[in-house]
């Protein structure tokens, strides 16, 4: 696993800065057409002319089930821990 730097950008979605990814498969740099997720609401972004991009329907089409599946099963366990934290915030928060 790597982590880069990357020029900053804003989740189109969300509006989380971003400013490094990590590549989780190889320890290379990131190449075109490679996919990204915004770390805070899972919105997918696909590597083009050299930055994160909102892929065309024509990428979002070409994005294999099994990678959508991984995507999802990630924003699930976030989605798990997300909420345990919070738990945890309020109860220290009602002590
Ligand atoms: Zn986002």
Redesign the pocket.
Known sequence: MKTIREKAWV?V????HMDAATIINEDVEPKEGDLTI?L????IYTRRNGEWKVPTEEEQAEIPNEVKHKILTYLIARKQVVREDLSEKQRKETK
């Not at 805070?40 to 919105?43: D, L």
């Open positions: 989740c979605y969300c509006g989380f915004c805070n609401c899972g919105y």
